[in-house]
């Protein structure tokens, strides 16, 4: 049937998410708070993410341009980031927030901005693929269980 | 750190019931969740409201305060119908931390009995230490997870139980703190207050 076999292709793009490190156990908390009632909280949390970080994501840009680097300043910017990728458990997005931190306490100029640019890869990568994978479900309409075993 | 880091000085209350936070048939528990981060605050939000909870969401320790009526800019308010239960906050926040928060609530008596418990990214002994020996009910470990809300029930439904025993346990300093801590979270607590 056109809807089982859309609902399988649909648990099989979760489950790469998952497989190729782009999510962790976090996403699966937020699925849980979803049910009939708010069918599109993760969608809505992860929309809220990626807007309200813009603005964080801009300052660091920023403070990484200027001819002496603010570490303290970058740090800060970059725990509050960390904090709310977290939230939606944005797996790889986080390994680059922990590695940027590093570059802060160490002083490295350099290796902030190289891996701020990783960062912003990792952040955009992710906003594609659960653009697609939310697209795709909507597409799929509700399933029976609302949280797909872990 | 046991777990998720999660440390609790009521874990000996704990039980595997369903997390259904309501206090009684008469009263859905109110929660003042307080964090800067909006993300954040959606997602806590949720969690309380899926467990029963009213949610009073807020950004920061200030208008935490306003909200209580605790503002030094105003006097102290009563509004019986937002009796607030439990207090979540997060520890990192700008203006006013989530410590600072706890002590002024906890100076305040009005509202010192009620539960406090701090949320932080940050897993660090000294930090988690200085929030229970403030008065703090709870530390969470962000981010928070549905099984850290289902243990708030304790805090709220653990508070009128145990308040006779437990009158000093707001200003309980050192000592019994420091024993707790470096027990396993296993091990039961002195059973006498």
């Known amino acids: 049937m056109q809807g089982n076999q859309l609902h399988r292709q649909l648990a099989h793009m979760r489950q790469s998410l998952f497989d190729q490190g782009f999510l962790d156990e976090q996403f699966v908390q937020l699925e849980e708070l979803q049910d009939d009632a708010n069918p599109n909280f993760v969608e809505e949390v992860v929309t809220l993410f990626y807007k309200d970080s813009t603005r964080l994501l801009h300052n660091i840009e920023l403070s990484l341009e200027k001819n002496t680097l603010d570490f303290t300043k970058l740090d800060g910017y970059m725990h509050q980031f960390k904090g709310s990728s977290s939230s939606i458990g944005a797996k790889k997005v986080i390994y680059e927030c922990k590695q940027f931190r590093e570059c802060c306490r160490a002083g490295n100029g350099e290796g902030c901005k190289r891996t701020f640019q990783q960062l912003k890869k990792e952040y955009a990568t992710l906003k594609k693929k659960l653009e697609t994978y939310f697209q795709f479900a909507r597409q799929a309409g509700p399933t029976e269980t609302a949280c797909p075993p872990k | ?193």
């Open chain 2, 1 to 193: 750190m046991a777990r998720n880091g999660v440390f609790s000085r009521r874990k000996w209350l704990e039980k595997s019931e369903g997390f259904d936070l309501s206090l009684s048939d008469s009263h859905e528990a109110h929660v003042l969740a307080v964090d800067d981060s909006l993300v954040d605050r959606k997602v806590i939000e949720r969690l309380l409201k899926i467990s029963s909870c009213k949610v009073t969401a807020v950004d920061s320790g200030r208008r935490a305060l306003q909200f209580l009526g605790l503002d030094e800019e105003k006097s102290s308010v009563t509004f019986d119908g937002l009796k607030v239960d439990l207090i979540i906050t997060d520890y990192c926040m700008p203006g006013m931390t989530g410590y600072e928060l706890l002590k002024k609530i906890k100076e305040s008596s009005t509202f010192r009995e009620i539960p406090v418990v701090i949320m932080s990214s940050e897993n660090i002994l000294a930090r988690i230490h200085r929030c229970l020996e403030e008065g703090a009910e709870d530390f969470i470990v962000k981010p928070v997870k549905l099984s850290d809300v289902k243990r708030l029930k304790d805090c709220m439904l653990g508070q009128d139980r145990m308040e006779s025993e437990d009158r000093g346990i707001n200003k309980r300093k050192s000592c019994e703190t420091s024993d707790i801590l470096s027990s396993s979270p296993s091990t039961s607590p002195p059973s006498s207050r």
